[in-house]
């Protein structure tokens, strides 16, 4: 469980006694691989267990993607500088920037998806975009959405270029079945709901 502006992560047993928390209430940030006794976060929107045991933790406010070692005890940073911007596509997702505002009420990336494969998928709230992070490279690239979306601007239901999807404020993710769904927020009244298939267009 994640407590996001408690900046904790907390693991249950099956009778919900917590055996296990990460993080002391203080927000800070490791890009280096720490142990869990030193773990640190700020503000933690969604976190998500991946198809090889470990859980990964979307750390919006150091615009970062953790990841929970629960065998060795650890927590790596594998993509994000802690640092907000827009940068990194086709590079190493450790020096990739997310977007960042801090006037809004989410600031920083918000949503977080894991495929069977182990490829992560973020929500960049506030760069209008999906992000895609490689499993085996640890590349990453922008996957659908566009840096200039439109607030306000419903989606043509033809279009078949994911890259010119207008996602003005991506509000959560979810990956089942070969399909990342995106519901994405157009107005406060109205939104989409954006599902990109593998292989296919949108």
């Not at 203080?26 to 503000?43: C, H, I, L, S, Y």
């Not at 750390?59 to 990841?67: C, E, I, L, T, Y």
């Not at 960042?100 to 506030?126: C, H």
């Not at 207008?166 to 954006?194: A, K, R, W």
Request: charge should be negative; proline fraction near 5%; hydrophobic fraction near 30%.
């Amino acid at each position: 469980m994640n407590e996001v502006t408690g900046c904790k992560i907390w693991r249950f047993n099956s009778e919900g006694k917590p055996t296990l928390t990460l993080g002391d209430g203080t927000p800070g940030f490791q890009k280096r691989n720490v142990d869990f006794r030193e773990a640190r976060f700020n503000w933690i929107y969604d976190i998500r267990r991946g198809p090889d045991g470990n859980v990964y933790v979307l750390d919006s406010k150091n615009f970062a993607v953790r990841m929970i070692d629960a065998k060795q005890g650890s927590v790596q940073t594998i993509a994000g500088t802690g640092q907000p911007g827009y940068s990194g596509d086709s590079g190493d997702a450790l020096n990739a920037t997310f977007g960042g505002d801090p006037s809004a009420r989410f600031d920083g990336p918000i949503s977080l998806s894991v495929d069977e494969e182990g490829n992560i998928f973020v929500g960049d709230r506030q760069n209008h975009v999906v992000r895609m992070i490689h499993k085996n490279t640890n590349t990453i690239e922008t996957i659908a959405g566009n840096h200039n979306a439109a607030k306000g601007k419903i989606n043509n239901l033809a279009e078949t270029d994911p890259l010119k999807l207008n996602l003005p404020e991506i509000s959560s993710m979810d990956y089942y079945n070969g399909c990342l769904f995106i519901p994405t927020d157009i107005t406060p009244e109205e939104g989409d709901l954006i599902v990109l298939k593998k292989g296919r267009t949108p």
